[in-house]
């Protein structure tokens, strides 16, 4: 696929254009990629904190407090990084033409759907009964 240079700044991809033309796969390439910085950058930040903030407190509570902070600081960051790896396989997705497409039932994913979640590999409804499906499992 060729990037497509010229994208209006207030594109919003359209149910009335054919699904997945270059125009919305740019689209989804550009927010995918706007947001992965986003979360990299997060990350860069958190890093340069918490090797900054390393002090030894002489206060038990204030210690455990922030403790309580950075593990949370760092749950946080773990799951950004397998957002980015989900990100990043959206990314592969769309150079394989497979962007869009719902992984169990190769139907189109809503443009709606994929606006508001653009890692999404499912169909809502295939979602749905994926998500039912493990919880049936789960409780035996």
């Not at 394989?96 to 169909?123: Q, V």
Request: contains cysteine; hydrophobic residues 30%.
């Amino acid at each position: 696929m060729k990037p497509e240079n010229f994208l209006p700044d207030n594109y919003k991809p359209a149910e009335d254009e054919p699904f997945m033309n270059e125009r919305q796969l740019e689209y989804f390439r550009r927010k995918l990629l706007a947001w992965k910085e986003e979360l990299l950058e997060d990350s860069k930040e958190t890093l340069a904190d918490l090797a900054n903030s390393t002090r030894n407190l002489p206060d038990m509570a204030d210690r455990a407090s922030e403790e309580t902070d950075r593990a949370l600081e760092l749950r946080t960051r773990d799951r950004q990084r397998k957002l980015v790896s989900k990100i990043d396989g959206a990314l592969r997705r769309i150079e394989n033409g497979e962007f869009g497409y719902c992984e169990m039932t190769g139907e189109p994913i809503s443009l709606k759907r994929l606006d508001a979640r653009p890692i999404a590999t499912m169909t809502l409804e295939a979602q749905e009964r994926h998500e039912r499906s493990e919880r049936v499992h789960r409780d035996d």
